[in-house]
């Protein structure tokens, strides 16, 4: 295949999660098991395959969904969500934890890459997939996480296809959009507001005072984050005493939290054994498996969204 089209990153952990809340869970297995994330999950690809025409697509995966070292930074990150009596494990419903195996059984069995990194998230796959392709062709970046916002780029370019609600709504990023709705005007600011802002969602405590309509207007005057704590630093009169202060305060955590707001651009990616081998990110032209797929479709009731994955993958050939 000619790679014409854009590489399709999936944040696949905040799409499932999507496709769980966002399918009844009345969607179930011949035995009565609930596989409504699987399905809708696959619904979902159906439709971003059809609608966007990549060439190629991998879903990124959370090998590590609390990473240590963002943990030893600002231990409060994602605590919140660890799941009750563990110290690692997340927090997950219990009828969607069962379908994860079947979503990455089904995903191999069709041929469609999957790509994790030993010690961190799928964001930072992502960011470092996202690197690795600037200058080469365009990507697109779906995910129901706004963090990822920090990777828009027009010029490499790089846009993110955002999971509003459920598995239908669909906003497309771009920089004007993050203009338009956030005040800033790259995806680096983006990281740079957010950084200042902070998110209770991943246990992030911001500068206190300092929101986001602060913190976007801070950084349109002085540029960027360093700029902005160097200007503290310098007492420079732009800054109110007030910001001033909040802004001092607040340099324990400002020293360390752009390390862990940020996605990795290095992390080490390595793809996922496929059923038929192989190391390409290309759409697959049919299953990689065509036994193991018709057996996982007979057995968790998936012959519509199976249907549906196969074909808008024919339609790209």
Not at 27 to 49: E, F, Q, S, W, Y
Not at 80 to 98: F, Y
Not at 172 to 197: C, F, H, I, N, P
Request: with cysteine; charged share 25%; hydrophobic share 45%.
């Amino acid at each position: 295949m000619t790679a014409t089209g854009p590489l399709m990153l999936l944040d696949t952990a905040s799409l499932y999660f999507r496709a769980y809340y966002g399918v009844p869970d009345s969607v179930k297995a011949p035995d009565g098991t609930p596989v409504n994330a699987v399905r809708g999950l696959l619904d979902m690809i159906a439709r971003l395959v059809t609608d966007h025409r990549p060439t190629r697509l991998v879903a990124c995966w959370d090998e590590d969904w609390r990473p240590a070292f963002r943990v030893e930074a600002i231990p409060s990150y994602k605590a919140h969500r660890v799941a009750e009596g563990s110290t690692e494990q997340e927090e997950v419903p219990d009828t969607l934890a069962p379908q994860v195996p079947v979503i990455a059984e089904v995903l191999a069995a069709l041929g469609i890459a999957r790509a994790g990194a030993a010690g961190f998230e799928a964001d930072d796959v992502i960011g470092t997939l996202t690197h690795r392709e600037s200058g080469h062709g365009p990507v697109l970046v779906v995910t129901g996480d706004r963090d990822l916002f920090q990777l828009v780029d027009d010029d490499a370019p790089v846009r993110v296809l955002y999971t509003i609600r459920g598995i239908k709504d669909i906003e497309q990023v771009d920089t004007a959009r993050l203009a338009e709705k956030y005040a800033v005007a790259s995806g680096s600011a983006y990281a740079d507001m957010a950084v200042l802002r902070g998110d209770p969602s991943d246990g992030l405590p911001g500068v206190a005072g300092i929101g986001e309509k602060t913190a976007a207007a801070l950084l349109a005057r002085y540029g960027d984050l360093a700029t902005l704590l160097a200007a503290r630093d310098a007492g420079d009169p732009g800054l109110t005493a007030t910001q001033r202060r909040r802004l001092t305060e607040a340099a324990d955590y400002l020293a360390v939290a752009p390390g862990v707001v940020r996605v990795a651009t290095d992390a080490p990616v390595t793809l996922a054994p496929r059923r038929a081998g192989g190391d390409s990110f290309d759409l697959p032209r049919e299953p990689a498996d065509p036994e193991a797929l018709v057996d996982l479709t007979a057995r968790w009731g998936l012959e519509s969204s199976v249907r549906r994955v196969l074909n808008a993958l024919a339609q790209q050939h």
